[in-house]
């Protein structure tokens, strides 16, 4: 049995954040188990910005009109069975640069395909996704002043619109203050998260589409 394809994406636009360090964890756990993990640093390589309408469209089979980066960054997402997202809560949602990278991934015709009247097709369906964020507000603060918007959109908006979905979420608060022993546990933590996701489960997982051969 093949190892589980785990794509790790880092969305926060600062080298060396806590993010970066919760998302490293993750990601050594989950080969260790047996994984085969892909990272997507947000802070190393930020996806371009659009310059025209055209950059933000693709479709299934040709996305020679893209940006390299951008292209193989669509290439990763088709590629995962499971995507793990760390991102801190700024502003009640998610830093811009992941927001650009959703903008230019989840592209209309490649994850996704718009049908007659209010139908569409999911085209990642069968993969999971697991959600950690961090942040400093209380929780109960962050669900009854930001109704927990930036998972929300994430799960449901984003993944689940195209097929994703999300078997997990695991929030680290408050951030601002906390001190080196809480830290450490919440390392440990997502290891535990990162073991987990990283093992083939012994029965048959979901169907998932494979990537689609591009020119």
């Known amino acids: 049995m093949s ?3 785990i794509l790790v994406v880092v969305g926060h636009p600062i080298a060396g954040s806590l993010n970066h360090e919760l998302a490293r964890s993750y990601a050594s756990a989950a080969e260790a188990a047996g994984g085969e993990v892909r990272v997507r640093d947000l802070a190393e390589e930020p996806p371009a910005y659009p310059v025209s309408r055209e950059q933000l469209r693709a479709h299934v089979t040709e ?10 960054d669509i290439a990763d997402l088709r ?3 499971h995507v793990v997202i760390f991102f801190p809560q700024w502003w009640g949602t998610y830093p811009a640069v992941l927001k650009n990278w959703i903008d230019r991934t989840f592209l209309s015709g490649v994850v996704f395909r718009y049908g007659a009247g209010l139908r569409w097709e999911k085209l ?7 959600l950690v964020m961090t942040h400093d507000s209380p ?6 002043a930001y109704h ?3 998972i929300v959109s994430l799960r449901a908006a984003t993944l689940g619109y195209c097929g994703i979905k999300t078997v997990g979420v695991t929030r680290f ?3 601002r203050g906390s001190v080196a022993t809480a830290r ?7 290891a535990g998260l990162g073991s987990a996701d990283g093992r083939v489960p012994g029965r048959a997982r979901a169907a998932v589409q494979q990537p689609v051969a591009v020119s």
């Open 184 to 190: 450490e546990k919440w390392l440990s933590r997502v």
């Open 124 to 130: 990642l369906s069968g993969r999971t996704a697991r």
């Open 139 to 144: 929780g109960f603060y962050n669900l009854l």
């Open 63 to 72: 996305l020679g009109h893209l940006e390299v980066g951008v292209a193989e």
């Open 173 to 175: 608060n408050p951030v």
């Open 3 to 5: 190892p589980r394809r």
């Open 148 to 150: 927990d918007a930036a």
């Open 79 to 81: 590629w995962a069975e």
